[in-house]
């Protein structure tokens, strides 16, 4: 059969050769896939701006969904979302100059990282399984930017509250 490549973007595979991954990497569905993927990732005051630019879309106004879906050229935002907007973006560069001092400063994934070294080696070191407070509450002390990225993979999500309940009668393998 041969070797079969698999796009991320698009979540589709086919035979892998030179004509077919051209042909797949500089076709629109592509280019509008990966667009769309690294449009998640966009800060709020660059949705504002290209939000505002726009004109609003009358399909979506008269009938609430648009078939262009997220591809429009048109906005298919409320006037109450783009107030919601400014206000993330003003409450953004309110954090970003000083003026309003978080309660506890958002840890960077080196910081955090350590942190959990430090954690997980305490917990190798006593031994007797007895957790303490501070390490029952590790979903507070997961990165926020890890929450802000939509459809992770389940591999990638962090850990629920009180972690995951392992049942007695599983069989692994």
């Known amino acids: 059969m041969g070797k079969r490549y698999y796009c991320d973007y698009c979540d589709r595979s086919f035979q892998d050769n030179m004509h077919n991954r051209k042909k797949h990497l500089f076709g629109v569905q ?4 990966k667009k769309a993927w690294f449009d ?5 005051s660059d949705i504002l701006k ?11 106004l008269q009938r609430g969904v648009c078939d262009f879906g997220p591809s429009c050229r048109f906005s298919h935002m409320t006037e109450v979302e783009l107030m919601n907007l400014q206000q993330k973006v003003q409450d953004e560069s309110r954090r970003r100059e000083g003026l309003e001092d978080p309660v506890r ?6 910081e955090w990282l350590s942190r959990r070294e430090k954690r997980q080696s305490g917990l190798a070191s ?8 501070e390490q029952e509450e590790t979903h ?15 591999s990638l999500l ?6 995951w309940k392992v049942h007695a009668n599983t069989e692994w393998g």
């Open 40 to 44: 998640h990732f966009r800060g709020f």
């Open 140 to 154: 507070d002390d997961v990165p926020s930017q890890l929450y802000s990225i939509p459809d992770l993979p389940p």
């Open 30 to 33: 592509h280019q509008r896939s």
């Open 126 to 133: 006593k031994g007797d399984g007895s957790r303490t407070e």
């Open 50 to 60: 290209d939000e505002q630019a726009k004109k609003p879309c009358r399909k979506f």
């Open 105 to 110: 400063p958002e840890p960077t994934g080196e």
């Open 158 to 163: 962090p850990p629920p509250p009180g972690g």
